[in-house]
């Protein structure tokens, strides 16, 4: 599957917008870009199907890891430590 032909209209932080390929999006900010794409319900097309589950997936992992380490260095044994 490929993403040739595929532009999406970004709206920037400052206000302008304008039209980036998929590819380029994919590759920089690839969870919004996901979000986005399961919002307007495109995770179904070829150019989106063979990734977006990946990153989704992925996402979670890393949220799971992050929360998993600050309970791991706030907690000892069920209580909170101060000053952690």
Not at 26 to 33: A, E, G, I, L, N
């Amino acid at each position: 599957m490929t993403t040739r032909g595929w532009e999406l209209h970004v709206r920037w932080k400052d206000g302008s917008a304008n039209w980036v390929a998929l590819k380029d999006l994919k590759d920089s900010c690839h969870v919004p870009s996901a979000d986005c794409s399961i919002a307007n319900d495109l995770q179904d097309e070829p150019a989106f199907a063979w990734w977006v589950p990946h990153v989704i997936r992925k996402r979670k992992a890393i949220i799971c890891k992050v929360k998993s380490k600050h309970w791991q260095r706030s907690h000892k044994h069920g209580v909170g430590c101060p000053g952690a």
